[in-house]
RNA sequence: GGGCGCAUAGCUCAGCUGGGAGAGCGUCCGCUUCACGCGCGGAAGGUCACAGGUUCGAGCCCUGUUGCGCCCACCA
């Protein structure tokens, strides 16, 4: 073996050893219960960053450890179009060319996205590959294959059949740059400080005037009425009358409507049901006119008149002008409130009218909701349900259409009437009146409503395929926390639809790694890291390893001491291996300590299978942190005390002796291996490769189980015993050793020796009493170290009985739990007492 | 505007149903080269954000304050 471990010269080669072994398709382990995780589909596109890195290294650990435990394992890969996000990076190349992508045409458009999708390729699979995650490359699939645009295009015709889905007139956010609308939750609210103006209504039939405070005074040429609140004492005789809107004459009705607030301004709302969310609304409920004054172009309509053409910020001082040229604006005033921001482009979302396609989700949610009510789907942290149930239970209808080119084109033709046909493969007659002339909707779908399918259109629907029923359900999703309501909710909505049932039972939303300074990690603002230059630097285990050390149910800041830690604990492991192959008889068969072996191999047995019951039940937990710090503790605690002791009989001149401690360490690193196989793939499979014997991969190796009858509570107490004491003597340079009989600690103490300064003839190795010593003064001693112990738990015990007011008021429950304490502690005194004095 | 969460050692974070303040890194001291200096041992370092309250007892429960993060949201 190589002195130094090089992550990089053995990574690459062990990934291509697993990549060849061919057992991620699912259906490797035919006997066992299925095990399916469906990775987040990264954008076609994208990058490794930290948060894919972070995932992926959670959910290959939960793959490999429930593959050698048994299961058939599948881990569904693949990626997404990722519609909006594509468009946004491919425009703005544009933009920097001088073109748009209308100049382009849709075909040319769609021609360049193919071409920059094949240049910049699916690298972040490759990236998962050197992560060494184990996904179902052989079956990666994408989101706009062919099979996966006929499961969307299926999906679409179902639901417009079950009239979830229709076409509607309704306001709609509109992102400018995109020249599309784009979904409730792709708005991002941002404050913003506008003015606020205020602007006089004439009354009809009067000389007076009704003052309304506005931000947008170029919506003043859409309004189409004056709202006051119905129980305003000052409007309420104006209430049926009408007002003339400034500059466009109009004269619009003097409604009431509680949606006004009497204490905001005037108390008076001008009602703009073309231009603002809350005025659409009071519209549809006083049947006003739907005026547009903006276009979808981000230009004034015909309607805006001498302002017509004009850019919205350019109408808004013409406006602002001509009120005040005319007397009519009253005041104006810096404001300070929220206003929408599209996702992608951060441009301002402007609320138009504009007819759509939407999806209404009420009836679907209602199952979904009660899924994770009722428990069946648990998330973790189990807090971030809350986000859930939130949005949930105030759903409101779901605009699907995009105005784009890229993604999945709607399944939807018209013909010359007007007529519609939906079907998921072009139709040759419209449906209803059989006209042959068909124009298709140009637009294409929400790339979450794709997205919404993924845990089982990857796995075959909507054809029959035996995969739907051996991995539908699958068990895990994992991701970050600002999806759940995007996608988590229309997974778990749209599953129970077409299957029938809920896609997963366990939603694990990982922490966000920030910056080192709290930021968040982004390539704009340069606060980003880049995983897999960690990987270069540091090796995939112990990034992997570091990653998981992060994780938490919250927001962490990245910290390379993490990683670095996991490099240190590879390495470790390494060196580790390296003496055992080098000094120890690899060749010995593996062999668990039994009960008469000596002390420190006994406690080794414990507290291995301690240690494995742990970072069996963190896995199990999901608290990969926790895993991962046993993992660390134990396999220092390892080299640290039991390879140090296995040195005197591995080097002494015992031949028996020798064979034993070999098969205790094979067995040891046997067990280790496999133990710690599924956070540090490549180096556990490294070092198993160099196992003497044809074992095959470790990856495919089986996961050790704990076992009770492992636990030896008298070896973790002898050891406990001589580490104290052994660590007392280092602190204090004088050596003066309590061992158990038999115990190969040799090394320690010329260890020892060497670092307090002390000389041979100071040491004082000693048997323990239970060894039916022949030195009786160490025994005493021995016997005296219990002694003080139990002594002081007793104290404790006593302490808390002492406590009048503890006696006086603690629970029943809690006195007794001390007062058995306490006896407990009295008896053992009384025993070492006795034994003590029986020396 | 509504909701959720966080403030613990210089740094990054653990602390389950309230009864002994922890880990890793960093710092300091010492050791060592027969697996590993990517090593070994030890030490120092914290009125657990602040102010009240409940309790025999609070890092943990309650109220408030300050600072930070996130999610949701149709008040001009």
Request: glycine share 8%; net charge negative; charged share 25%.
């Amino acid at each position: 073996m190589d002195a130094l471990y090089d992550p990089a010269a053995h990574e690459p080669r062990i990934a291509e050893r697993w990549l060849a072994a061919g057992v991620f398709a699912g259906g490797s382990a035919p006997a066992g219960e299925s095990y399916t995780i469906a990775l987040p589909p990264p954008n076609v596109t994208g990058e490794l960053h930290m948060g894919h890195a972070l995932n992926g290294s959670t959910q290959d650990t939960l793959i490999r450890m429930r593959r050698m435990q048994g299961f058939d394992t599948l881990w569904i890969c693949g990626t997404d179009h990722a519609s909006i996000a594509v468009h946004a990076v491919i425009e703005k190349q544009l933009r920097a060319e001088g073109l748009t992508r209308w100049d382009l045409g849709r075909e040319a458009f769609l021609e360049r996205v193919g071409e920059w999708r094949e240049r910049t390729g699916a690298t972040i699979i490759q990236q998962f590959k050197r992560l060494g995650c184990t996904l179902d490359y052989d079956h990666e699939r994408f989101t706009m294959d062919d099979g996966y645009v006929r499961a969307v295009l299926t999906m679409f015709e179902r639901l417009y059949h079950k009239g979830y889905i229709y076409r509607d007139n309704r306001l709609i956010n509109w992102c400018p740059t995109c020249a599309s609308t784009i979904s409730d939750l792709e708005v991002r609210h941002e404050t913003a400080v506008d003015t606020l103006y205020d602007v006089r209504y004439r009354i009809t039939g009067s000389s007076e005037f009704l003052t309304v405070a506005t931000v947008r005074p170029e919506t003043i040429l859409a309004d189409t009425a004056v709202a006051v609140h119905p129980d305003d004492e000052r409007y309420r005789h104006l209430v049926g009358g009408t007002a003339v809107v400034p500059l466009v004459e109009r004269e619009v009705p003097i409604i009431a409507d509680e949606y006004v607030k009497m204490d905001f301004g005037t108390g008076v709302l001008k009602v703009t049901p073309g231009h603002d969310p809350n005025d659409f609304e009071i519209g549809r409920r006083h049947g006003l006119e739907e005026l547009s004054a903006i276009g979808l172009d981000g230009r004034m309509t015909e309607l805006a008149g001498e302002f017509a053409g004009l850019t919205v910020t350019e109408a808004r001082d013409r406006v602002r002008q001509a009120l005040s040229d005319r007397q009519l604006l009253a005041g104006e005033r810096p404001y300070e409130h929220e206003v929408g921001h599209c996702d992608r482009t951060g441009d301002r979302v402007e609320p138009l009218i504009s007819l759509q396609w939407f999806m209404r989700m009420d009836e679907l949610a209602s199952p979904a909701n009660q899924a994770v009510r009722s428990g069946r789907v648990r998330f973790h942290p189990r807090t971030q349900e809350n986000t859930y149930f939130h949005w949930m239970d105030n759903l409101r209808p779901w605009c699907i259409s995009r105005q784009l080119w890229w993604g999945h084109q709607i399944p939807v033709w018209y013909c010359p009437d007007g007529h519609v046909t939906v079907a998921v493969s072009e139709p040759g007659a419209c449906a209803a009146c059989g006209s042959a002339e068909l124009e298709r909707d140009p637009d294409v779908l929400d790339t979450w409503f794709s997205a919404a399918l993924w845990p089982f259109a990857t796995i075959g629907w909507p054809d029959a395929d035996p995969r739907l029923d051996r991995f539908y359900p699958g068990d895990v999703l994992s991701t970050a926390r600002d999806i759940i309501n995007l996608w988590v909710a229309r997974m778990l909505m749209m599953g129970i639809e077409f299957m029938g049932d809920i896609p997963f039972t366990d939603v694990l939303i990982h922490s966000t790694i920030q910056a080192p300074d709290g930021r968040r990690m982004s390539k704009s603002l340069g606060t980003g890291i880049d995983p897999l230059e960690l990987v270069d630097e540091f090796g995939a285990d112990a990034t992997r390893y570091g990653l998981l050390k992060m994780s938490s149910t919250q927001d962490v800041r990245f910290d390379r001491g993490a990683i670095e830690e996991g490099r240190k604990l590879t390495v470790k492991l390494w060196n580790a291996a390296r003496f055992a192959l080098d000094k120890a008889d690899v060749q010995a068969q593996p062999v668990a300590p039994g009960p008469g072996a000596p002390v420190e191999d006994r406690w080794l047995a414990s507290r291995l299978d301690a240690a494995l019951a742990e970072v069996v039940r963190w896995v199990g937990a999901f608290d990969f942190s926790a895993a991962v710090k046993t993992l660390y503790a134990f396999v220092y605690e390892f080299c640290d005390w039991y390879i140090e002791a296995s040195k005197a009989r591995l080097y002494g001149e015992d031949p028996q002796a020798r064979r034993d401690v070999s098969a205790t360490l094979v067995w040891a690193f046997d067990m280790i291996l496999r133990m710690a196989h599924p956070v540090l793939p490549f180096v556990t499979e490294a070092i198993w490769d160099q196992l003497p014997g044809d074992r095959g991969l470790l990856m495919l190796a089986s996961y050790p189980q704990p076992q009770d009858g492992m636990r030896d509570d008298e070896a973790e107490r002898a050891m406990a015993d001589v580490i104290a004491a052994v660590t007392a003597a280092r602190s204090d340079g004088r050596v003066r050793l309590v061992l158990p009989h038999g115990f190969a600690g040799e090394a320690i103490v010329r260890s020892l020796v060497r670092t307090a300064e002390v000389t041979v003839s100071d040491v004082a190795t000693v048997v323990v009493v239970e060894a039916a010593s022949e030195d009786v003064g160490a025994a005493r001693a021995k016997l005296e170290v219990e002694l003080a112990r139990a002594v002081a738990e007793r104290d404790r015990a006593r302490g808390m009985l002492a406590n009048e007011r503890f006696v006086a008021k603690a629970p029943p429950a809690k006195i007794e739990e001390e007062r058995a304490k306490e006896a407990r502690f009295a008896a053992e005194v009384a025993d070492i007492e006795a034994r003590l004095a029986s020396l």
